[in-house]
């Protein structure tokens, strides 16, 4: 396996985040990419900025890296933010403080997604896994998870390899980044690749409603992709492995896309359960928690993503 660029701390260098001040409208939205058309330069720079994170203090004050603000708010949101509503506006905006966060760490590219329709025919061999111009692929092929499930499936190629994330589901626990491709069944197996399928995507689409949209868009694609990713991408610490945020960008598109089919209605269209406990409906007033990742925000202020915070297409 080659190894990746060597990385040095000089390329952290605090680049000026471009950031939209409220007020100003949003005439030039840049237009987010799929990973395998980002080309290497920009996936080259996204990658150094990722393990740059890794380098910068805690936005939050935690004894940890910026790097794992975003698994420790995830995870503590988790209940909150899950099988609910607010699913889709509230991790389209944990996406773009992310992105934000890129860019304080030199990344001057567009954010990216993975269109993960593209690789059902065999996802352990999307682009995004590649050694050298992705993320790393699977965790160690000589653990088996069927003969020793005790041991963490670590990656051990690619440029992620050897970083430690600070959280697991317990709270502060350094471990090495583990994925474990699988379809539940088998080791890789498919990668539950039947459910995010470009046919399951236009079934999907062609829900008429928010919630049901919702409801299916996470319980099905989404929830597939954390499962059969494995490892980190499984538990509400999910963050830790970024590939997240990749797959995050296209869930957000994928709502995007529905939502400029018919913009007038489905701009303002939500509802759902507000809670797990779903005894009462969501609505556009409804302000979600960051826990001071970015100020708390109501649903009505992210749901579009050309406006005075957001300014991006797909
Ligand atoms: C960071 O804080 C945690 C508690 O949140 C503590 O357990 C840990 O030892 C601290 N780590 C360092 C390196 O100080
Ligand atoms: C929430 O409750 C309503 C009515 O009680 C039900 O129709 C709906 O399916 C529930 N939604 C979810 C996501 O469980
Ligand atoms: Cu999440």
């Given at each position: 396996?080659?190894?990746?660029?060597?990385?040095?701390?000089g390329?952290?260098?605090?680049?000026?985040?471009?950031?939209?001040?409220?007020?100003d409208?949003?005439?030039?939205?840049?237009?987010?990419?799929?990973?395998?058309?980002?080309?290497?330069?920009?996936?080259?720079?996204?990658?150094e900025?990722?393990?740059?994170?890794?380098?910068?203090?805690?936005?939050?004050g935690?004894?940890?890296?910026?790097?794992?603000?975003?698994?420790?708010v995830?995870?503590?949101?988790d209940?909150?933010?899950?099988?609910?509503?607010?699913f889709?506006?509230?991790h389209?905006l944990?996406v773009?403080?992310y992105?934000?966060?890129l860019?304080?760490?030199g990344?001057?590219?567009?954010?990216?997604y993975?269109?993960?329709?593209?690789?059902?025919?065999?996802?352990t061999?999307?682009p995004?896994?590649?050694?050298?111009?992705g993320?790393?692929?699977?965790?160690?092929?000589?653990?088996d998870?069927?003969?020793?499930?005790?041991s963490?499936?670590?990656v051990?190629?690619?440029?992620?390899k050897g970083?430690?994330?600070?959280?697991?589901?317990?709270?502060?626990?350094?471990?090495?980044?583990?994925r474990?491709f699988?379809?539940g069944?088998?080791?890789p197996?498919n990668?539950?690749?039947d459910?995010?399928t470009?046919?399951?995507?236009?079934?999907?689409?062609?829900?008429?409603?928010?919630p049901?949209?919702?409801?299916?868009?996470?319980?099905?694609?989404?929830?597939?992709?954390?499962?059969?990713?494995?490892?980190d991408?499984?538990?509400a610490?999910?963050?830790?492995?970024?590939?997240?945020?990749?797959?995050?960008?296209q869930v957000?598109?994928?709502?995007?896309?529905?939502?400029?089919?018919?913009?007038?209605?489905?701009?303002?269209?939500?509802g759902?359960?507000?809670?797990?406990?779903?005894?009462?409906?969501?609505?556009?007033?409804d302000?979600?928690?960051?826990?001071?990742?970015?100020?708390?925000?109501?649903v009505?202020?992210?749901?579009t993503?050309?406006?005075a915070?957001f300014c991006?297409?797909?």
């Amino acid at each position: 396996m080659r190894s990746f660029f060597v990385l040095s701390a000089g390329l952290c260098a605090a680049a000026a985040a471009v950031s939209l001040q409220v007020g100003d409208a949003c005439d030039n939205p840049v237009k987010r990419v799929e990973w395998r058309t980002l080309g290497t330069e920009n996936q080259k720079q996204y990658i150094e900025a990722v393990l740059c994170l890794k380098t910068k203090p805690s936005g939050l004050g935690l004894n940890t890296t910026r790097y794992d603000d975003f698994p420790y708010v995830h995870t503590k949101l988790d209940k909150t933010i899950h099988t609910v509503a607010m699913f889709l506006p509230w991790h389209r905006l944990f996406v773009q403080v992310y992105e934000d966060a890129l860019a304080d760490c030199g990344y001057t590219g567009p954010m990216a997604y993975w269109d993960w329709t593209l690789d059902t025919a065999d996802p352990t061999k999307a682009p995004v896994w590649d050694t050298v111009t992705g993320f790393g692929g699977n965790g160690d092929p000589a653990i088996d998870p069927l003969k020793d499930s005790s041991s963490k499936k670590c990656v051990i190629d690619g440029p992620l390899k050897g970083i430690q994330p600070a959280y697991q589901m317990g709270g502060y626990a350094p471990h090495c980044l583990a994925r474990n491709f699988n379809s539940g069944i088998a080791f890789p197996g498919n990668m539950l690749a039947d459910s995010y399928t470009q046919k399951v995507v236009a079934e999907i689409n062609a829900l008429d409603d928010y919630p049901a949209f919702r409801y299916r868009l996470e319980g099905g694609p989404h929830g597939a992709i954390h499962s059969a990713v494995g490892g980190d991408m499984s538990p509400a610490t999910s963050p830790n492995d970024p590939i997240f945020f990749l797959h995050h960008a296209q869930v957000d598109r994928l709502w995007t896309l529905w939502q400029q089919e018919k913009p007038a209605v489905r701009n303002t269209q939500f509802g759902g359960p507000k809670t797990r406990a779903n005894t009462t409906q969501a609505t556009l007033e409804d302000v979600m928690p960051y826990l001071n990742l970015v100020p708390d925000i109501k649903v009505a202020e992210v749901m579009t993503t050309q406006n005075a915070r957001f300014c991006y297409t797909y």
